[in-house]
C-alpha cells in the first residue's frame, strides 16, 4: 500500500493514508532551546516531523460511537482524533521506516 503525499503540506488525509509534511502537530520537537535575554534571541531546533493521517468512515446511523480502543491489544490504535459526531475518525501516526525508526525531514 502506498500513501498519498502531493509534495506539499496541503496533502489532505484520505482512507488508504496521507502523508503529511511537515506535519501540522507542530515544527519543533520541543526538545530545549537556548536563549539570549541580552541579545533577545532565542534559538531552537526545528525538525520537520512527517505524519501519516488515515481517515475511517463511521457506520451510518450511530455518529457518537467510539472506534478505537485504547491499546493494541486487537483493532486499531487509539487515533489522535475521535472526532465523534462527524462522519470520520482520523488517526494520526508518526512517519516511520521499516524498522520502526521514526523518519524526519530537512527544508
Not at 500500500?1 to 503540506?9: I, Q
Amino acid at each position: 500500500m502506498s500513501n498519498r503525499y502531493d509534495g506539499n503540506s496541503w496533502t489532505p488525509p484520505t482512507t488508504t493514508c496521507s502523508i503529511v509534511w511537515p506535519g501540522n502537530i507542530g515544527v519543533f520537537n520541543w526538545g530545549s532551546v537556548a536563549v539570549d535575554p541580552v541579545n533577545k534571541w532565542l534559538i531552537g531546533t526545528p525538525q520537520y516531523l512527517p505524519y501519516v493521517y488515515k481517515l475511517y468512515p463511521r457506520p451510518e446511523g450511530d455518529l457518537t460511537k467510539p472506534m478505537f480502543q485504547d491499546d493494541m491489544s486487537g483493532g486499531e490504535a487509539k487515533p489522535g482524533n475521535e472526532n465523534l459526531g462527524g462522519p470520520y475518525a482520523i488517526s494520526i501516526r508518526h512517519f516511520r521506516s521499516g524498522l520502526a525508526l521514526g523518519c524526519a525531514g530537512r527544508r
